[in-house]
C-alpha cells in the first residue's frame, strides 16, 4: 500500500511552527488559481495512509521535544524522508512570493473555498464582554480595518448533518455513531465530509470543506490554514468547549461520547482493523488541526484526539483478553488429540485475526501518541496539557501492559514541574491512582520522581497541590518507599502553618505515632506481656502508669523531634525586651507551632480526646519510679515500662501545649464530644462532660503550676488552662468556692514570683477572665490589692533610695529590677480601678507622695541627653511600663469624669485642679521624652501615641459635656475645660516628622518609592542618604525570616501611630492650627498623601480622614450610644463588671494586626455598655491579656501591596504575555 507522509500545517522558509506567516492579504496560501478544479474520482479504498513526517514534525512542534531532548532512534532511517522532502520542494515552487501576492488581490476580498460547493452562511452569536481578546501572531500584519465587535463560536447551528445529530438529538452517542459508520459504507467522501466539519463547527468556525478537500489528501495541510485564517479574521474569542453559556455545559462530554462509541463501533464491526483507512483519515485532518497556532483548532482537536486513543486503548485490552482466552482454548483443544483438528484450526485462526486486529490497534494507538500527546503535552495552554495528563492517567490505569513503561511515565514525572497548579494537581491524582495498584511496580519510577513529589508536598506554592501531593507520599510510605528523611520530612508538615496541611498529614504522621509505638512495645517485652501487667488496672485511675502511656511517650518524642529539626533549620531569636514593651510585638504568641498541632492532633488520637489521662501522665513522678527496682519477673517488666515512658529534655513543655489544646478542643465542641463517647467509650477510653471539666481542670491547674510553674515556659502553657474553665460553674456550686480559692492563690503566686512578659500576661488575662464572674469578683478583688500592695512598696523602696526623675542615675540591674516593678504596676492597672490605689499617700518615710506622681516623674527619664548603649533599653523600657501606668490612671479618671457629668454631679474643684496638674506634667514629660530624640526609636514612637491617647481620653468628657448641654442641664462645668485642651499646636512640625520617619521605614522595607511633596509643603523626610545606605547595608546581612520581621514590625508601627493619630484627629485634640502654625489640617493633609502606596492596612487606617462621613456616622453612632444609661454590673458569665478596666485606648495594636481601628458603629454600640472611655474610643480589649491571633499577625506577610497610582503588570493567570500559538511549549513560558 502506498503511503504518504503528513505535511506541516504551514509551510514557512525555515519550516518551523514558532511562528506564524503572516498574511497580507486574503489570497489562497497554496498560490494556487482560485478557480474550482477538476474533479477527479480516487480509487475507492487507496485513501493515503498518514505517516508522521519525523523531519517535519520536528521542525513543526520542535518547542515540544521531551526534556531530556530524546528523539526517536527510528526517524534517522525513515525510507520516505526523501519523499517528504521533495513534497516540500515541490510546495515551496508552487507559493508565490509575499509581494505578487499583495499584487494580485485585494486586502478585503473574502477567500473562496475549494471548489464549488456553496459557502455556508455565518450565524453571528452574542459578543461575550468579559472573554479575553484573541491575539495571533498572523494577525500583526493585517491591513487597516475597522475592529469587529468579539464573537463568540455559534455552538448549534441550525439545519441538518451529524453536528446537529451530536449536539441538538436526544440520540445517544452510538447511535450516532452507528448511523454515521451507515453513512460511511454508504458513501466514503460524503460521510467524511459531514464528519470534518463537524469538528470544525466544535471548533467554533462556521466555515466548511467539501467532498473535493476530502479526495485531497495531501492539500490538508493548505486547506486547514485558509480556514484559519478565515476563522482568526472573524475575531470570535470564544469557541464551545470554553464557552461558558449553559447551552454549552454538556458539549464536551457529548463531542468526547461520540468519537468514543464511534471508535466503539468500528471495534465491532471489524471496520477499525479490516478499513483502516477510516481512521486514518479522520487522524489526518485531527492531528493537522492539533499542531495549529490557532488555539480553538488546537484544543477541539487535541481533546477529540484524546477521546480516539482512550476508545484504542479500551478496543486494545479487549482484544488482549480475547487473544487470551484464545490461546487458553487453544492449549485445552490440542490436548484432547487428534480428534478436533477443526476446531483447532478455527480457534487458530480467530487468535491470528485476533493478533493481527491487536497489532493494527497497536500502530493506531502509537501513530496518535507520537502525533498528537507528544506535542500537546507541553501546549502552552494548560487546559490542554490537563487533558494530556488525564487521558495518559486512563490510558495507564486501562492498558497497564503497554503504557506502564519508562517510556510513558517519563511524560507524567516530567509534567510534575508544570508551571500551573491545576496541571500538577491532575498529574498527582493520576500517580495516586497508578500507586494505590501497582507502586510495587514501579521502583525506578518513584526513585527518579520521589524528591520531587516530597518537595512539592512541603514546599508548593498551591495548598491543593500539596494536599494531593500529601496523600500520594502516604501510599508510598505505606509501600515501603520512602527513605527517613523523606518521611521526617513529611511528618513535620503537622507544624505547618495552613490547617489544610496539617490535617491532610494527619494520618500520615499517626502512622509514624504507630510505628514508634510497635518499636518501643518489642522493646518493653511485647504487647502480651503489657496486656498481662496492666489486666486488673482501673479504668478510672489516671494516675497510676498505664499501658496508654507509651503512646503518649511516642507521641511526645516524635513532637519533641520534629519540632527540635525545626528550630535547628531555622533558628528564631528571642525578642527583644523593649518592643514587648512598646506593643510592638505581643509578650506571647497565642498559638505556637505545637498547640496548633495539638488541635488537630486531638482529632485522630484517642488518648488526647480524654485529657485526663494525659494531665495523670504529666503529674506523675517519673524521676522516682524509673530508678525502683524489683526482683520479680513482673516486677521486670514494669520497671522496663516505668524507665520507656519517661519524659525526656523538652518532651514534658510540648505534651503541656498538646494538653492545653486538648482541653480548649475538647470543651469548645461539645456536640463532637456526645459523637465520640460511644466509640471512645468501647476502646476504654471514658470522657466528661463540660461542669465535670470545669471542677476537674480548676483542681488540676494548681497542681500542674506547683510542678512546672517555677520555669516560665511551662508556667505560661499552664496558665493558658484557665482560659478554657467556664468559672460560673463555682457560681452555682457554693461548696467548690475552695476549690477555685486554690486555683486563684496559684495564679496570683505566678504574678509574685516572675518577671517574665508572657508569664505576666497569661496571669493577667486568668485575672481579667474571673473578674467577668460576678460571684467571683471580690474574691479577685482582694488579691489584686495584695498585688497592688506588695507592687507599690517596692516603688517606693526605690523611690526612698534615689532620684527617679533623673536618667543614667541607677546601675543596669537596678535599672532591670525597677522595669521589672513598673512591668507588673502597667499589668495591675489594667484589672480594676486604680485611682485610690495611686493617689493614696505614701507611709514609707522618704517617699511620701502618691504613686502617680512618682510615676509621672519616671516618665521624666525618657528625656535622652546622652547615648549609653549598656543602659539605653533598660532605661526606655522601664519608662515605656511607667508610661503605660499613668496612661491608665488618666483613663480611669476620665471614665469617672464622665460618670459624673451623666449623673449631673459637680466635681470639686480642688480635685480638677489637682487633675490637671497631674495631666500637665505627664504631657511635658512625654514631649520632653519624644522632644529629645533625633530619630524615631521605639520609646519616641511610643510616647507620641500616648500623646494622642491622653487627649482622646478626655476629648470624651467634653462630648457628654456638650450633650448633656444640649439636653438642658444646668451643672457648670467650665473647671473641666483645661483637661479638655488639644495638643500644643507647637508639636504640629515634630509630629510630622515622626510619622514621615515611620512612613519611610516601611516604604524602605518594601522598596516603594514615595510620592514627592505638594508645592506648599516641606520636604519628604529629615533623612540624609548616608543614612539610607547606612540602612540598606544593614539589610543585606539580614535572612529573608528576619526581613519579612523587620518589615512586619514596621508596619505595626506605621499603623499604631496612624491610627492613634487619626483618632486624635477626629476627636478634634490634634491638627486644629492656632500658634502660628497655619491653617487647621496641616498634619490630615500630610498623612494621605501616600495613602495608596503602603498597602491595605495603611490605607484603611487612614479612610476616617478620607472618608469625611464614615467619621460623621461614627459619632453619630458614639452619641446615641452615650445616652443609653449605663447598665449595672453584669450577672452574665460573659460580661464584665462595672468597675472593670476602661478601653485600652493606648492599645492601638489591632491597626497593625491588619485591622482597622474599631471606630465602626457596630463597634462603638456593642462596646459602649461595658466602657464609656470616649464617643470615639477603640474597640475595648484586654490589653496583653488576649494577643491577637498569629493567623492574624502573619496575615500582613501576604496582604499584597496595591499601589493605585501605578500600573501593575502581568495578566495574573500565569501564561506567555504572547499569543495563542500553541508552539510555545511550557518551558518558554
Same mark, same amino acid.
Given at each position: 500500500?502506498?503511503?504518504?507522509?503528513? %505535511?506541516?500545517?504551514?509551510?514557512?522558509?525555515?519550516?518551523?511552527?514558532?511562528?506564524?506567516?503572516?498574511?497580507?492579504?486574503?489570497?489562497?496560501?497554496?498560490?494556487?488559481?482560485?478557480?474550482?478544479?477538476?474533479?477527479?474520482?480516487?480509487?475507492?479504498?487507496?485513501?493515503?495512509?498518514?505517516?508522521?513526517?519525523?523531519?517535519?514534525?520536528?521542525?513543526?512542534?520542535? $518547542?515540544?521535544?521531551?526534556?531530556?531532548?530524546?528523539?526517536?532512534?527510528?526517524?534517522?532511517?525513515?525510507?520516505?524522508?526523501?519523499?517528504?522532502?521533495?513534497?516540500?520542494?515541490?510546495?515551496?515552487?508552487?507559493?508565490?512570493?509575499?509581494?505578487?501576492?499583495?499584487?494580485?488581490?485585494?486586502?478585503?476580498?473574502?477567500?473562496?473555498?475549494?471548489?464549488?460547493?456553496?459557502?455556508?452562511?455565518?450565524?453571528?452569536? @452574542?459578543?461575550?464582554?468579559?472573554?479575553?481578546?484573541?491575539?495571533?501572531?498572523?494577525?500583526?500584519?493585517?491591513?487597516?480595518?475597522?475592529?469587529?465587535?468579539a464573537r463568540v463560536a455559534i455552538a448549534q447551528p441550525e439545519g441538518e448533518g451529524l453536528y446537529t445529530d451530536i449536539f441538538r438529538s436526544d440520540d445517544r452517542p452510538n447511535e450516532v455513531a452507528t448511523r454515521w459508520y451507515h453513512k460511511y459504507q454508504a458513501d466514503h467522501a460524503e460521510a467524511l465530509t459531514d464528519l470534518v466539519n463537524c469538528i470544525l463547527l466544535s471548533a467554533g468556525c462556521d466555515q466548511r470543506v467539501t467532498e473535493d478537500d476530502i479526495r485531497d489528501p495531501d492539500n490538508c495541510q493548505n486547506r486547514l490554514a485558509d480556514l484559519q485564517n478565515v476563522y482568526a479574521e472573524e475575531g470570535i474569542t470564544d469557541y464551545?468547549?470554553?464557552?461558558?453559556?449553559?447551552?454549552?455545559?454538556?458539549?464536551?462530554?457529548?463531542?468526547?461520547?461520540?468519537?468514543?462509541?464511534?471508535?466503539?463501533?468500528?471495534?465491532? =464491526?471489524?471496520?477499525?482493523?479490516?478499513?483502516?483507512?477510516?481512521?486514518?483519515?479522520?487522524?489526518?485532518?485531527?492531528?493537522?488541526?492539533?499542531?495549529? =497556532?490557532?488555539? +480553538?483548532?488546537?484544543?477541539?482537536?487535541?481533546?477529540?484526539?484524546?477521546?480516539? %486513543?482512550?476508545?484504542?486503548?479500551?478496543?486494545?485490552?479487549?482484544?488482549?483478553?480475547?487473544?487470551?482466552?484464545?490461546?487458553?482454548?487453544?492449549?485445552?483443544?490440542?490436548?484432547?488429540?487428534?480428534?478436533?483438528?477443526?476446531?483447532?484450526?478455527?480457534?487458530?485462526?480467530?487468535?491470528?485475526?485476533?493478533?493481527?486486529?491487536?497489532?493494527?490497534?497497536?500502530?493506531?494507538?502509537?501513530?496518535?501518541?507520537?502525533?498528537?500527546?507528544?506535542?500537546?503535552?507541553? &501546549?502552552?495552554?494548560?487546559?490542554?496539557?490537563?487533558?494530556?495528563?488525564?487521558?495518559?492517567?486512563?490510558?495507564?490505569?486501562m492498558l497497564p501492559t503497554v503504557f506502564m513503561e519508562p517510556e510513558y511515565l517519563r511524560y507524567l514525572g516530567w509534567m510534575l514541574s508544570d508551571v500551573m497548579p491545576q496541571t500538577r494537581h491532575e498529574v498527582l491524582k493520576q500517580l495516586g491512582r497508578i500507586f494505590?495498584?501497582?507502586?510495587?511496580?514501579?521502583?525506578h519510577f518513584i526513585d527518579r520522581f520521589r524528591p520531587r513529589l516530597v518537595e512539592m508536598a512541603t514546599k508548593d506554592s498551591d495548598v491543593n497541590v500539596r494536599v494531593v501531593a500529601i496523600s500520594n507520599i502516604q501510599i508510598l510510605k505505606d509501600s515501603g518507599n520512602l527513605e527517613p528523611d523523606e518521611i521526617d520530612s513529611i511528618g513535620r508538615l503537622i507544624f505547618d502553618p495552613e490547617l489544610r496541611i496539617r490535617k491532610a498529614v494527619l494520618d500520615f504522621f499517626a502512622g509514624c505515632v504507630n510505628d514508634s509505638i510497635e518499636n518501643k512495645v518489642e522493646e518493653i517485652g511485647g504487647e502480651d506481656?503489657?496486656?498481662?501487667?496492666? %489486666?486488673?488496672?482501673?479504668? $478510672?485511675?489516671?494516675?497510676?502508669?498505664?499501658?496508654?502511656?507509651?503512646?503518649?511517650?511516642?507521641?511526645?518524642?516524635?513532637?519533641?523531634?520534629? &519540632? =527540635?529539626?525545626?528550630?535547628?533549620?531555622?533558628? !528564631?531569636? +528571642? +525578642?527583644?525586651?523593649?518592643?514587648?514593651?512598646?506593643?510592638?510585638?505581643p509578650a506571647v504568641a497565642p498559638e505556637t507551632r505545637i498547640s496548633l498541632a495539638g488541635h488537630v492532633l486531638y482529632e485522630k488520637i484517642d488518648q488526647l480526646k480524654n485529657w485526663e489521662l494525659l494531665s495523670g501522665y504529666l503529674l506523675y513522678d517519673h524521676s522516682s519510679s524509673a530508678s525502683s527496682k524489683s526482683a520479680s519477673k513482673?516486677?521486670?517488666?514494669?520497671?522496663?515500662?516505668?524507665?520507656?515512658?519517661?519524659?525526656?529534655?523538652?518532651? $514534658?513543655?510540648?505534651?503541656?501545649?498538646?494538653?492545653?489544646?486538648?482541653?480548649?478542643s475538647s470543651l469548645a465542641a461539645p456536640a463532637e464530644l456526645e459523637k465520640s463517647k460511644k466509640h471512645l467509650r468501647a476502646e476504654g477510653i471514658h470522657l466528661i462532660g463540660p461542669e465535670e471539666a470545669a471542677r476537674?481542670?480548676?483542681?488540676?491547674?494548681?497542681?500542674?503550676?506547683?510542678?512546672?510553674?517555677?520555669?516560665?515556659?511551662?508556667?505560661?502553657?499552664?496558665?493558658?488552662?484557665?482560659?478554657?474553665?467556664?468559672?460560673?460553674?463555682?457560681?452555682?456550686?457554693?461548696?467548690?468556692?475552695?476549690?477555685?480559692?486554690?486555683?486563684?492563690?496559684?495564679?496570683?503566686?505566678?504574678?509574685?514570683?516572675?518577671?517574665?512578659?508572657?508569664?505576666?500576661?497569661?496571669?493577667?488575662?486568668?485575672?481579667?477572665?474571673?473578674?467577668?464572674?460576678?460571684?467571683?469578683?471580690?474574691?479577685?478583688?482582694?488579691?489584686?490589692?495584695?498585688?497592688?500592695?506588695?507592687?507599690?512598696?517596692?516603688?517606693?523602696?526605690?523611690?526612698?533610695?534615689?532620684?527617679?526623675?533623673?536618667?543614667?542615675?541607677?546601675?543596669?540591674?537596678?535599672?532591670i529590677e525597677l522595669g521589672n516593678i513598673l512591668l507588673k504596676t502597667s499589668k495591675l492597672v489594667t484589672l480594676k480601678d486604680c485611682i485610690e490605689v495611686l493617689e493614696a499617700d505614701g507611709q514609707v518615710e522618704g517617699s511620701?507622695?502618691?504613686?502617680? @506622681?512618682?510615676?509621672?516623674?519616671?516618665?521624666?527619664?525618657?528625656?535622652?541627653?546622652?547615648?549609653? $548603649?549598656?543602659?539605653?533599653?533598660?532605661?526606655?523600657?522601664?519608662?515605656?511600663?511607667? !508610661?503605660?501606668?499613668?496612661?491608665?490612671?488618666?483613663?480611669?479618671?476620665?471614665?469617672?469624669?464622665?460618670?459624673? !457629668?451623666?449623673?449631673?454631679?459637680?466635681?470639686?474643684?480642688?480635685?480638677?485642679?489637682?487633675?490637671?496638674?497631674?495631666?500637665?506634667?505627664?504631657?511635658?514629660?512625654?514631649?520632653?521624652?519624644?522632644?529629645?530624640?533625633?530619630?524615631?526609636?521605639?520609646?519616641?514612637?511610643?510616647?507620641?501615641?500616648?500623646?494622642?491617647?491622653?487627649?482622646?481620653?478626655?476629648?470624651?468628657?467634653?462630648?457628654?459635656?456638650?450633650?448633656? /448641654?444640649?439636653?438642658?442641664?444646668?451643672?457648670?462645668?467650665?473647671?473641666?475645660?483645661?483637661?479638655?485642651?488639644?495638643i500644643d499646636p507647637g508639636l504640629t512640625r515634630e509630629l510630622i516628622e515622626i510619622f514621615t520617619a515611620a512612613e519611610r521605614a516601611y516604604a524602605r522595607c518594601i522598596n516603594r518609592q514615595l510620592n514627592n511633596p505638594g508645592e506648599d509643603e516641606g520636604p519628604i523626610g529629615h533623612f540624609s542618604s548616608d543614612e539610607e545606605d547606612d540602612e540598606d547595608e544593614d539589610d543585606s546581612d539580614l535572612t529573608p525570616v528576619q526581613k519579612k520581621r523587620k518589615e512586619l514590625k514596621a508596619e505595626r508601627v506605621l499603623c499604631e501611630l496612624t491610627g492613634k493619630m487619626v483618632l486624635a484627629i477626629v476627636a478634634k485634640v490634634l491638627d486644629q492650627g492656632g500658634s502660628g502654625q497655619g491653617a487647621a489640617g496641616k498634619i490630615k493633609k500630610r498623612m494621605v498623601r501616600n495613602q495608596n502606596k503602603l498597602g491595605h492596612n495603611f490605607k484603611e487606617t487612614l479612610a476616617y480622614l478620607v472618608d469625611e462621613g464614615r467619621a460623621a456616622r461614627v459619632r453619630e453612632a458614639a452619641a446615641k450610644a452615650a445616652g443609653k444609661k449605663k447598665r449595672p454590673a453584669a450577672t452574665a458569665p460573659g460580661s464584665r463588671a462595672r468597675n472593670s478596666r476602661p478601653a485600652a485606648a493606648g492599645n492601638a495594636g489591632a491597626a497593625a494586626?491588619?485591622?482597622?481601628?474599631?471606630?465602626?458603629?457596630?463597634?462603638?454600640? /456593642?462596646?459602649?455598655?461595658?466602657?464609656?472611655?470616649?464617643?470615639?474610643?477603640?474597640?475595648?480589649?484586654?490589653?496583653?491579656?488576649?494577643?491577637?491571633?498569629? @493567623?492574624?499577625?502573619?496575615e500582613l506577610a501576604d496582604d499584597p501591596i496595591e499601589d493605585n497610582d501605578e500600573d501593575v503588570g502581568g495578566d495574573g493567570d500565569g501564561k506567555s504575555k504572547k499569543d495563542d500559538d500553541g508552539d510555545e511549549d511550557m518551558d518558554d513560558e
Open positions: 500500500m502506498t503511503t504518504t507522509t503528513r %505535511q506541516p500545517l504551514m509551510e514557512t522558509t525555515d519550516n518551523t511552527a514558532t511562528s506564524s506567516p503572516t498574511p497580507t492579504s486574503t489570497a489562497r496560501r497554496s498560490g494556487r488559481v482560485t478557480k474550482a478544479p477538476a474533479k477527479f474520482t480516487p480509487e475507492p479504498t487507496s485513501l493515503s495512509k498518514r505517516k508522521r513526517a519525523s523531519e517535519h514534525d520536528d521542525g513543526e512542534d520542535g $518547542e515540544n521535544e521531551s526534556p531530556e531532548d530524546e528523539e526517536d532512534p527510528n526517524e534517522d532511517d525513515d525510507p520516505d524522508a526523501s519523499e517528504v522532502e521533495q513534497e516540500r520542494q515541490r510546495s515551496r515552487k508552487r507559493k508565490p512570493s509575499s509581494q505578487s501576492t499583495k499584487a494580485k488581490k485585494p486586502a478585503l476580498k473574502k477567500p473562496k473555498i475549494n471548489g464549488d460547493a456553496p459557502s455556508r452562511p455565518q450565524i453571528p452569536a @452574542e459578543p461575550t464582554a468579559s472573554a479575553p481578546a484573541l491575539a495571533l501572531n498572523n494577525l500583526a500584519s493585517l491591513p487597516s480595518r475597522p475592529k469587529k465587535s464551545p468547549l470554553i464557552s461558558r453559556a449553559r447551552t454549552t455545559r454538556s458539549f464536551r462530554d457529548l463531542l468526547v461520547g461520540f468519537f468514543r462509541s464511534l471508535v466503539d463501533v468500528l471495534h465491532e =464491526t471489524d471496520a477499525l482493523y479490516k478499513d483502516v483507512q477510516i481512521l486514518e483519515n479522520i487522524s489526518r485532518w485531527v492531528a493537522s488541526m492539533s499542531s495549529s =497556532t490557532l488555539r +480553538p483548532f488546537r484544543h477541539t482537536a487535541t481533546t477529540i484526539a484524546l477521546a480516539i %486513543q482512550t476508545a484504542l486503548v479500551k478496543a486494545a485490552g479487549i482484544l488482549d483478553g480475547r487473544i487470551s482466552n484464545y490461546m487458553q482454548q487453544l492449549e485445552k483443544t490440542k490436548g484432547k488429540g487428534s480428534k478436533n483438528a477443526g476446531l483447532v484450526e478455527s480457534i487458530q485462526q480467530n487468535l491470528t485475526d485476533a493478533e493481527h486486529y491487536r497489532d493494527v490497534c497497536k500502530d493506531q494507538i502509537q501513530d496518535i501518541f507520537d502525533t498528537v500527546f507528544v506535542h500537546r503535552y507541553r &501546549d502552552i495552554d494548560a487546559k490542554i496539557r490537563t487533558e494530556c495528563v488525564e487521558a495518559l492517567g486512563n490510558w495507564i490505569w494505590k495498584n501497582h507502586a510495587e511496580k514501579l521502583g506481656a503489657i496486656d498481662e501487667l496492666f %489486666q486488673d488496672q482501673d479504668e $478510672e485511675d489516671f494516675s497510676s502508669p498505664r499501658s496508654d502511656w507509651v503512646s503518649i511517650k511516642c507521641l511526645a518524642e516524635l513532637l519533641a523531634a520534629y &519540632d =527540635t529539626q525545626i528550630e535547628e533549620e531555622n533558628p !528564631v531569636e +528571642p +525578642p527583644r525586651s523593649l518592643d514587648i514593651a512598646v506593643d510592638a510585638i513482673g516486677g521486670s517488666v514494669e520497671t522496663a515500662l516505668r524507665r520507656a515512658v519517661a519524659p525526656e529534655g523538652r518532651e $514534658e513543655a510540648i505534651l503541656l501545649e498538646v494538653l492545653a489544646s486538648a482541653v480548649r476537674k481542670l480548676a483542681s488540676i491547674i494548681p497542681q500542674l503550676l506547683s510542678k512546672y510553674g517555677a520555669e516560665a515556659r511551662t508556667a505560661v502553657t499552664v496558665l493558658r488552662l484557665e482560659h478554657s474553665l467556664d468559672l460560673n460553674v463555682y457560681q452555682q456550686l457554693g461548696q467548690d468556692s475552695t476549690t477555685y480559692d486554690r486555683l486563684l492563690n496559684g495564679i496570683c503566686t505566678q504574678f509574685d514570683r516572675h518577671i517574665d512578659r508572657g508569664v505576666l500576661a497569661e496571669t493577667t488575662t486568668a485575672l481579667l477572665h474571673g473578674r467577668k464572674y460576678p460571684a467571683l469578683e471580690e474574691t479577685i478583688d482582694e488579691k489584686v490589692s495584695e498585688l497592688w500592695d506588695k507592687t507599690i512598696n517596692k516603688l517606693r523602696q526605690f523611690d526612698k533610695s534615689s532620684e527617679l526623675g533623673i536618667r543614667r542615675n541607677l546601675e543596669e540591674p537596678a535599672i511620701e507622695s502618691p504613686a502617680i @506622681e512618682i510615676l509621672i516623674r519616671i516618665v521624666m527619664r525618657g528625656k535622652l541627653d546622652q547615648v549609653d $548603649e549598656n543602659l539605653d533599653d533598660p532605661e526606655d523600657e522601664a519608662v515605656s511600663y511607667a !508610661v503605660k501606668t499613668c496612661l491608665f490612671y488618666f483613663m480611669w479618671k476620665a471614665r469617672a469624669l464622665r460618670d459624673a !457629668v451623666n449623673e449631673q454631679r459637680p466635681n470639686p474643684a480642688l480635685q480638677i485642679e489637682r487633675l490637671n496638674t497631674l495631666r500637665q506634667s505627664f504631657v511635658r514629660n512625654l514631649v520632653w521624652t519624644l522632644s529629645s530624640r533625633g530619630t524615631n526609636d521605639d520609646l519616641r514612637l511610643f510616647s507620641t501615641g500616648a500623646l494622642c491617647d491622653l487627649h482622646v481620653a478626655f476629648a470624651s468628657v467634653r462630648r457628654v459635656i456638650e450633650r448633656n /448641654a444640649a439636653e438642658g442641664s444646668a451643672v457648670d462645668y467650665s473647671l473641666i475645660n483645661p483637661l479638655l485642651d488639644p494586626a491588619g485591622k482597622k481601628q474599631a471606630l465602626s458603629a457596630e463597634i462603638i454600640a /456593642a462596646e459602649d455598655d461595658d466602657s464609656e472611655l470616649s464617643d470615639i474610643e477603640i474597640e475595648e480589649e484586654e490589653p496583653e491579656a488576649v494577643p491577637e491571633p498569629e @493567623e492574624e499577625r502573619t
